[in-house]
């Protein structure tokens, strides 16, 4: 393994730290500094293109959670993180989360990304999140 790659796995997996932490701290404006300014995020079979769609996702969550309640503490946790470099630009990830909220394992499923680095850092160019189950009572909103 080459010293750049070693320091690009780290700064990946620090831009995943970064948007788990800062997101579960309602730090949104932080997270989407994590993304180039053309990044797509899928969630729920949704599709947002740029910084201002992108930011729609959170705060959707946050007006769901006015109306249907707090869900309490937010923790992202992530495991088995794979990433593979297409060059030395551009790499793919995947990983694991499981979410804990008051009612304990909140939701759980996967992370499917895409890398850039761009202007000196890497960055979220693609975010494919997939919920693979939900607790009954779980705070999150549910696909419909």
């Not at 969630?43 to 729609?56: F, P, R, S």
């Not at 769901?64 to 990830?93: K, L, Y």
């Amino acid at each position: 393994m080459e010293l750049w790659e070693v320091v690009a796995r780290e700064n990946i997996r620090d831009i995943v730290t970064r948007y788990n932490s800062n997101g579960d701290s309602g730090r949104f404006a932080q997270v989407i500094e994590l993304f180039t300014a053309d990044a797509v995020m899928e969630v729920l079979g949704q599709a947002h293109t740029g910084h201002d769609e992108i930011m729609t996702i959170f705060t959707r969550v946050v007006a769901h959670n006015a109306t249907a309640g707090s869900p309490g503490h937010v923790r992202h946790m992530t495991a088995t993180h794979q990433i593979d470099f297409v060059d030395e630009s551009h790499a793919t990830g995947r990983l694991y989360f499981q979410v804990l909220t008051r009612v304990g394992l909140d939701h759980w499923g996967r992370y499917l990304d895409h890398y850039r680095h761009v202007e000196g850092a890497w960055k979220f160019e693609r975010r494919k999140v997939i919920v693979d189950g939900q607790s009954a009572d779980s705070t999150f909103p549910h696909e419909e």
